[in-house]
């Protein structure tokens, strides 16, 4: 049985996807019963998300006691934990891989948060990351900073997927689009068979309400509240319309190119006044991905209200509402900004914690 809101959804063109896994949602099955259930057909992971299926989870212990025999590092035994959760989980979705010509069905690994600032290194552990889960249907997440979008451009030239995360400004929105273009401009002067290489860009949502909010409250402009977001990402759609509607992109579409996709990311709504499908219902359009956790993909297969269309018409209200808030004093360019730089340290410290668990655990079964 699938749901009639997920399937409204799915009919609108947009991909839904589960921002969670786990051993144990792997094990259960619970994973297939998503996708069979309620419509997904893609999973991405991030250092939090990992932290909080290991840590405490017996279902781990087997693997730790052996990587422990062996007297790994705590780096190694992380890779080879994770690694191997996404490799099953490209197993489980390989049919919607399959059934949508190599768009969905698609895991999502991150590179090591602590390489965020280095161009070099990311593109090394994203390539070590692809050999290691050794599937065509795992994107590598590499963050939307300065530096990770030269590494952007050199992973997708060298034939590798890519979730490009933590994107959160137009301007670096366009920058990430315009790094895409180059490496499978690259990748096509390198040989490889663009069919093969997809890209998706995360843009976060909640997170830029959650910021603009606080600030709002501080002026007392309330009623500009829970508007920042979903007219954000309803530009940065815009922007995606133009640069794919571009000769350059035609020339790539052309020779094979798929074009990447915009991915609603940060989908889970973090104040109670609001709807909890609201990041969800106000911005379905065609060719999107909206990555869900499970609460918000319970919530909006409950009591969501998907229309077929929330974005198109509604540009020069997502522009007035920039310029309101830059007329009432919240800064832009510094919102964003502190995102990106909050959105690294956040993943640095749950990577940091689960090293320590990890090697806690390490130690204990030595």
Not at 30 to 46: D, F, I, R, Y
Not at 219 to 244: D, I, P
Not at 308 to 323: E, F, I, K, N, S
């Amino acid at each position: 049985m699938t749901n009639q809101n997920l399937d409204a959804l799915s009919g609108a063109g947009v991909a839904i996807w589960l921002d969670d896994l786990s051993r144990k949602r792997l094990r259960t099955g619970n994973l297939a019963q998503l996708m069979t259930e309620k419509n997904v057909v893609g999973v991405t992971t991030n250092p939090t998300i990992f932290q909080k299926a290991i840590v405490g989870s017996e279902v781990y212990t087997d693997q730790l006691r052996d990587l422990a025999v062996r007297g790994v590092t705590v780096d190694e035994a992380i890779r080879m934990i994770t690694t191997a959760d996404v490799r099953d989980a490209a197993d489980v979705l390989r049919p919607a891989y399959d059934a949508s010509d190599k768009q969905d069905g698609r895991v999502s690994i991150e590179v090591d948060p602590r390489l965020a600032h280095q161009s070099a290194p990311t593109v090394a552990e994203a390539k070590q990351l692809w050999w290691l889960v050794d599937r065509e249907n795992v994107f590598i997440k590499i963050p939307a900073t300065r530096e990770g979008l030269p590494a952007i451009t050199e992973t997708l030239a060298a034939g590798i997927s890519v979730n490009v995360t933590l994107i959160f400004s137009l301007e670096r929105y366009r920058a990430v689009m315009d790094a895409f273009l180059a490496g499978l401009e690259q990748a096509q002067a390198n040989g490889h068979d663009l069919g093969k290489i997809a890209s998706v860009a995360s843009f976060f949502v909640s997170r830029v309400d959650t910021e603009i909010d606080k600030r709002l409250e501080k002026l007392g402009k309330t009623e500009l509240r829970g508007k920042a977001a979903v007219a954000n990402a309803r530009l940065a759609y815009e922007a995606y319309e133009e640069v794919f509607s571009s000769d350059r992109w035609k020339a790539l579409e052309a020779a094979g190119a798929k074009a990447q996709r915009p991915l609603w990311a940060s989908t889970g709504v973090k104040d109670p006044a609001y709807s909890d499908t609201m990041y969800v219902d106000d911005l379905i359009v065609t060719g999107v991905v909206n990555t869900m956790p499970e609460a918000t993909l319970d919530a909006e297969a409950d009591h969501g209200k998907p229309v077929p269309d929330a974005v198109h018409g509604t540009y020069d209200a997502a522009r007035q509402v920039l310029a309101d808030l830059e007329e009432a004093g919240v800064s832009y360019d510094d919102v964003v900004q502190l995102l990106e730089d909050e959105g690294v340290d956040k993943f640095e410290v749950s990577w940091k914690e689960l090293l320590d668990s990890v090697q806690g655990e390490l130690d204990k079964l030595k």
